[in-house]
Protein backbone atom coordinates (compact mmCIF):
# COMPACT_ATOMS: atom_id res chain seq x y z
CA UNK A 1 0.00 0.00 0.00
CA UNK A 2 2.87 2.06 0.30
CA UNK A 3 2.30 3.82 -3.09
CA UNK A 4 -1.31 5.43 -1.95
CA UNK A 5 -0.36 6.48 1.93
CA UNK A 6 -0.52 10.28 2.15
CA UNK A 7 -1.67 10.59 -1.80
CA UNK A 8 -3.67 13.36 -3.07
CA UNK A 9 -6.39 12.37 -5.04
CA UNK A 10 -8.55 14.41 -6.91
CA UNK A 11 -12.03 12.78 -7.53
CA UNK A 12 -13.82 14.65 -10.26
CA UNK A 13 -17.18 13.45 -10.46
CA UNK A 14 -20.27 14.89 -10.22
CA UNK A 15 -22.81 11.88 -9.65
CA UNK A 16 -22.27 11.89 -5.46
CA UNK A 17 -23.40 8.13 -4.55
CA UNK A 18 -20.18 7.23 -6.28
CA UNK A 19 -17.99 10.09 -5.63
CA UNK A 20 -18.79 9.80 -1.78
CA UNK A 21 -17.64 5.66 -2.27
CA UNK A 22 -14.53 6.36 -3.88
CA UNK A 23 -13.60 9.28 -1.47
CA UNK A 24 -13.83 7.16 1.44
CA UNK A 25 -12.21 3.83 -0.35
CA UNK A 26 -9.14 6.39 -1.18
CA UNK A 27 -9.45 7.74 2.83
CA UNK A 28 -9.33 4.14 4.17
CA UNK A 29 -6.51 3.38 1.82
CA UNK A 30 -4.74 6.69 3.43
CA UNK A 31 -5.23 9.22 0.74
CA UNK A 32 -6.04 12.88 1.38
CA UNK A 33 -8.77 12.43 -1.38
CA UNK A 34 -10.84 15.67 -2.31
CA UNK A 35 -14.28 15.50 -5.03
CA UNK A 36 -15.14 17.85 -7.45
CA UNK A 37 -18.23 17.84 -9.79
CA UNK A 38 -17.40 19.94 -12.27
CA UNK A 39 -15.36 19.87 -15.30
CA UNK A 40 -13.94 23.84 -15.35
CA UNK A 41 -13.66 23.95 -11.56
CA UNK A 42 -11.78 21.34 -11.97
CA UNK A 43 -8.98 22.56 -14.06
CA UNK A 44 -8.68 25.71 -12.02
CA UNK A 45 -7.99 23.40 -8.70
CA UNK A 46 -5.33 20.94 -10.71
CA UNK A 47 -4.10 24.67 -11.44
CA UNK A 48 -3.82 25.92 -8.32
CA UNK A 49 -2.71 23.03 -6.27
CA UNK A 50 -0.43 19.74 -6.81
CA UNK A 51 -2.44 16.47 -6.67
CA UNK A 52 -0.36 12.91 -7.44
CA UNK A 53 -3.07 11.68 -9.35
CA UNK A 54 -6.32 12.44 -10.87
CA UNK A 55 -9.76 10.27 -10.96
CA UNK A 56 -11.36 12.11 -13.61
CA UNK A 57 -15.11 10.71 -15.04
CA UNK A 58 -15.68 11.08 -18.84
CA UNK A 59 -19.54 12.31 -18.45
CA UNK A 60 -19.73 16.04 -16.52
CA UNK A 61 -21.87 18.39 -16.87
CA UNK A 62 -20.55 21.63 -19.16
CA UNK A 63 -16.77 20.88 -19.83
CA UNK A 64 -16.52 16.80 -20.02
CA UNK A 65 -14.01 14.77 -18.80
CA UNK A 66 -12.09 14.41 -22.08
CA UNK A 67 -11.80 18.32 -22.18
CA UNK A 68 -10.56 18.58 -19.26
CA UNK A 69 -7.77 15.98 -19.62
CA UNK A 70 -6.74 18.56 -22.58
CA UNK A 71 -6.85 21.30 -20.89
CA UNK A 72 -4.81 20.25 -17.80
CA UNK A 73 -2.09 18.52 -20.23
CA UNK A 74 -1.46 22.37 -21.68
CA UNK A 75 0.05 23.07 -17.78
CA UNK A 76 0.28 19.68 -15.77
CA UNK A 77 1.57 16.01 -15.95
CA UNK A 78 -0.43 14.80 -13.10
CA UNK A 79 -1.24 11.18 -13.45
CA UNK A 80 -4.95 10.60 -15.26
CA UNK A 81 -6.93 7.75 -15.12
CA UNK A 82 -10.22 8.78 -16.69
CA UNK A 83 -13.70 6.96 -15.50
CA UNK A 84 -16.04 6.46 -18.38
CA UNK A 85 -19.35 4.56 -17.68
CA UNK A 86 -19.68 3.40 -21.66
CA UNK A 87 -17.84 0.09 -22.33
CA UNK A 88 -16.39 1.69 -25.53
CA UNK A 89 -12.91 1.10 -27.44
CA UNK A 90 -13.05 4.73 -28.81
CA UNK A 91 -13.69 6.35 -25.26
CA UNK A 92 -11.03 4.51 -24.42
CA UNK A 93 -8.42 5.29 -27.11
CA UNK A 94 -9.70 8.94 -27.15
CA UNK A 95 -8.58 8.64 -22.96
CA UNK A 96 -5.41 8.05 -23.91
CA UNK A 97 -5.07 9.75 -27.12
CA UNK A 98 -5.32 13.09 -25.27
CA UNK A 99 -2.92 12.59 -22.35
CA UNK A 100 -4.93 10.41 -19.71
CA UNK A 101 -2.60 7.90 -18.23
CA UNK A 102 -5.48 4.81 -17.86
CA UNK A 103 -8.88 4.35 -18.51
CA UNK A 104 -11.45 2.32 -16.22
CA UNK A 105 -15.03 1.19 -17.07
CA UNK A 106 -17.62 1.67 -14.46
CA UNK A 107 -18.94 -0.46 -12.79
CA UNK A 108 -15.75 -1.26 -11.36
CA UNK A 109 -14.23 -3.06 -8.34
CA UNK A 110 -12.41 -1.05 -5.94
CA UNK A 111 -9.61 -3.34 -5.73
CA UNK A 112 -8.94 -3.21 -9.27
CA UNK A 113 -8.91 1.06 -9.39
CA UNK A 114 -6.51 0.87 -6.67
CA UNK A 115 -4.19 -1.47 -8.78
CA UNK A 116 -4.45 0.84 -11.97
CA UNK A 117 -3.96 4.20 -8.83
CA UNK A 118 -0.42 1.99 -7.60
CA UNK A 119 0.28 1.29 -11.95
CA UNK A 120 0.07 4.99 -12.54
CA UNK A 121 1.81 6.09 -9.64
CA UNK A 122 4.63 3.80 -9.59
CA UNK A 123 5.24 4.53 -13.06
CA UNK A 124 5.62 8.08 -12.25
CA UNK A 125 7.68 7.43 -9.04
CA UNK A 126 10.07 6.05 -11.53
CA UNK A 127 10.12 8.22 -13.73
CA UNK A 128 10.97 10.78 -11.11
CA UNK A 129 8.32 13.58 -12.53
CA UNK A 130 5.84 14.98 -9.85
CA UNK A 131 2.71 16.26 -9.90
CA UNK A 132 2.14 19.74 -11.43
CA UNK A 133 5.79 19.64 -12.63
CA UNK A 134 6.94 19.80 -8.74
CA UNK A 135 9.72 17.95 -6.94
CA UNK A 136 8.00 14.33 -5.80
CA UNK A 137 9.48 12.25 -3.09
CA UNK A 138 10.53 8.95 -4.40
CA UNK A 139 8.32 6.14 -3.31
CA UNK A 140 10.86 5.36 -0.17
CA UNK A 141 11.05 8.51 1.22
CA UNK A 142 12.08 11.35 0.69
CA UNK A 143 10.20 14.08 1.11
CA UNK A 144 9.50 16.02 4.33
CA UNK A 145 7.40 18.43 4.81
CA UNK A 146 8.61 21.05 8.26
CA UNK A 147 7.92 24.22 9.86
CA UNK A 148 11.18 24.86 12.47
CA UNK A 149 11.37 21.75 14.78
CA UNK A 150 8.26 20.28 13.09
CA UNK A 151 8.67 17.15 10.69
CA UNK A 152 5.92 15.67 8.52
CA UNK A 153 7.24 12.51 6.03
CA UNK A 154 4.15 12.08 4.24
CA UNK A 155 5.11 8.22 2.62
CA UNK A 156 5.65 7.01 6.59
CA UNK A 157 2.59 8.98 7.41
CA UNK A 158 4.67 10.35 10.66
CA UNK A 159 4.89 13.69 12.49
CA UNK A 160 7.95 14.45 14.49
CA UNK A 161 8.53 17.54 16.31
CA UNK A 162 12.62 17.54 17.06
CA UNK A 163 12.92 13.83 17.65
CA UNK A 164 9.22 13.40 19.61
CA UNK A 165 7.01 11.53 17.47
CA UNK A 166 3.62 12.93 17.74
CA UNK A 167 0.23 10.77 17.07
CA UNK A 168 -2.47 12.30 15.25
CA UNK A 169 -5.81 10.86 14.51
CA UNK A 170 -5.95 10.85 10.16
CA UNK A 171 -7.99 13.89 10.10
CA UNK A 172 -5.73 15.47 12.01
CA UNK A 173 -2.76 14.73 10.44
CA UNK A 174 -4.71 15.30 7.02
CA UNK A 175 -4.98 19.05 7.93
CA UNK A 176 -1.42 19.57 8.80
CA UNK A 177 -0.51 17.80 5.53
CA UNK A 178 -2.77 20.41 3.69
CA UNK A 179 -1.44 23.26 6.09
CA UNK A 180 2.21 22.20 5.81
CA UNK A 181 1.67 21.93 1.59
CA UNK A 182 0.11 25.84 2.11
CA UNK A 183 2.48 26.67 4.65
CA UNK A 184 2.37 30.96 4.70
CA UNK A 185 -0.64 31.10 3.23
CA UNK A 186 -3.75 31.90 5.06
CA UNK A 187 -6.17 29.53 4.52
CA UNK A 188 -10.44 30.17 4.83
CA UNK A 189 -12.39 27.70 6.61
CA UNK A 190 -14.22 26.90 3.75
CA UNK A 191 -11.29 26.03 1.82
CA UNK A 192 -9.67 23.74 4.39
CA UNK A 193 -13.10 22.18 4.25
CA UNK A 194 -13.46 21.30 0.77
CA UNK A 195 -9.65 20.19 0.41
CA UNK A 196 -9.31 18.37 4.04
CA UNK A 197 -13.28 16.96 4.19
CA UNK A 198 -13.97 16.75 0.60
CA UNK A 199 -16.07 19.10 -1.61
CA UNK A 200 -19.32 17.10 -0.78
CA UNK A 201 -18.81 17.50 3.02
CA UNK A 202 -22.29 18.73 4.57
CA UNK A 203 -21.82 20.08 7.75
CA UNK A 204 -20.90 23.49 8.79
CA UNK A 205 -17.34 25.13 8.94
CA UNK A 206 -16.86 24.49 13.14
CA UNK A 207 -15.25 21.37 12.31
CA UNK A 208 -11.92 22.74 11.31
CA UNK A 209 -12.29 24.76 14.23
CA UNK A 210 -12.25 22.03 16.10
CA UNK A 211 -10.07 20.29 14.54
CA UNK A 212 -7.19 23.40 14.61
CA UNK A 213 -7.83 23.41 18.59
CA UNK A 214 -6.96 19.20 18.34
CA UNK A 215 -3.73 20.01 16.91
CA UNK A 216 -3.24 23.10 18.96
CA UNK A 217 -2.97 20.46 22.03
CA UNK A 218 -1.48 18.44 20.21
CA UNK A 219 1.18 20.36 18.93
CA UNK A 220 1.19 24.36 20.20
CA UNK A 221 0.57 23.67 23.58
CA UNK A 222 2.36 21.07 24.07
CA UNK A 223 5.68 21.98 23.00
CA UNK A 224 5.78 25.25 23.61
CA UNK A 225 6.02 26.49 20.25
CA UNK A 226 3.68 28.65 18.16
CA UNK A 227 3.26 26.73 14.74
CA UNK A 228 -0.59 27.74 14.22
CA UNK A 229 -1.82 31.33 13.56
CA UNK A 230 -5.49 32.68 13.51
CA UNK A 231 -6.28 35.48 11.04
CA UNK A 232 -9.16 37.01 12.82
CA UNK A 233 -11.90 36.84 10.15
CA UNK A 234 -10.04 35.15 7.56
CA UNK A 235 -8.83 31.74 8.31
CA UNK A 236 -5.63 29.89 9.88
CA UNK A 237 -2.03 29.66 8.59
CA UNK A 238 1.33 28.11 9.82
CA UNK A 239 4.01 30.60 9.89
CA UNK A 240 8.07 29.81 10.23
CA1 LIG B 1 -20.68 11.55 -14.34
Given amino acids: ?19 RFLQMELEHEGCVAAV ?23 MLPGMDGFAVCRRVREFSQVPIIMLTARDDIEDKVQGLDIGADDYITKPFATPELLARMR ?71 DRILSNVWGYEYVGDTNVVDVYIRYLRQKLDDRFGEKYIHTMRGVGYVIKE
Fill in 1 to 19: MRYMKGRKVLIVEDEKRIA
Fill in 36 to 58: EDNGSRACERIAGESYDIVLLDV
Fill in 119 to 189: VVLRRQGAGGQGAGGQAMASADGGEVLSVRNLSMYPVRHEVMVGDVPVELTKKEYDLLEYMLRNKRIVLSR
